[in-house]
T-cell receptor, first 112, second 116 residues
Framework: KQEVTQIPAALSVPEGENLVLNCSFT??????LQWFRQDPGKGLTSLLL?????REQTSGRLNASLDKSSGRSTLYIAASQPGDSATYLC???????????FGKGTKLSVKP | KAGVTQTPRYLIKTRGQQVTLSCSPI?????VSWYQQTPGQGLQFLFE???????NKGNFPGRFSGRQFSNSRSEMNVSTLELGDSALYLC???????????????FGPGTRLLVL
């Protein structure tokens, strides 16, 4: 059974700092991995989607990497801003089932 | 293009009642998935519909059911509500899940259900 773990559960950093969020999964047979952002009481916003054949994806200040063999992904946020404060969720699409399996998220707080 | 919409946004029910939640996917999207989010369990997959057929189902009791209409709009129903059903219910749509999860899912704002 696929399990997704995110460490740390919470992170507080000063504005301007570069940071890394971690995601690990137990079964390397994934179709893709997605990083989402969730603001309090809101739905999810897709940030980056990495196909299983890819190693990384970039969007603006965000860079996500994928290492299928070790079951790990990282989300790198450069020059963090208070507006980046949110919960970041990692999810894998697991084989033929197609549904997303989520980690429990990392709650990020960027202080001015 | 309008995003995924969910109605109602907030709902209060009592134990034993039933509830129906609605989801309208992005225009042209044919796949709709439902998820339950709770503080304890996080986000868990409920079921997925494509062309009015349930293609995949998560590990939830039969009290949770859904359907999809010919215009791709979807509803989920929870019967005999329990306190533990209090959660944020999220709907997501994508173009075509027959690509086995190779494309992005777009999420709605969710329906927050409180069971008293």
């Amino acid at each position: 059974k696929q399990e997704v773990t995110q460490i740390p559960a919470a992170l507080s950093v000063p504005e301007g700092e570069n940071l890394v969020l971690n995601c690990s999964f137990t079964d390397s047979a994934i179709y893709n991995l997605q990083w989402f952002r969730q603001d309090p009481g809101k739905g999810l916003t897709s940030l980056l989607l990495i196909q299983s054949s890819q190693r990384e994806q970039t969007s603006g200040r965000l860079n996500a990497s994928l290492d299928k063999s070790s079951g790990r992904s990282t989300l790198y946020i450069a020059a963090s801003q208070p507006g980046d404060s949110a919960t970041y969720l990692c999810a894998v699409s697991d084989g033929s089932q197609g549904n997303l399996i989520f980690g429990k998220g990392t709650k990020l707080s960027v202080k001015p | 293009k309008a995003g995924v919409t969910q109605t109602p946004r907030y709902l209060i029910k009592t134990r034993g009642q039933q509830v129906t939640l609605s989801c309208s996917p992005i225009s042209g999207h044919r796949s709709v998935s439902w998820y339950q989010q709770t503080p304890g369990q996080g986000l868990q997959f409920l079921f997925e519909y494509f062309s009015e057929t349930q293609r995949n189902k998560g590990n939830f009791p039969g009290r949770f059911s859904g359907r999809q209409f010919s215009n791709s709009r979807s509803e989920m129903n929870v019967s005999t509500l329990e306190l533990g059903d209090s959660a944020l219910y999220l709907c997501a749509s994508s173009l075509d899940r027959s690509l086995a999860g190779r494309e992005t899912q777009y999420f709605g704002p969710g329906t927050r259900l409180l069971v008293l």
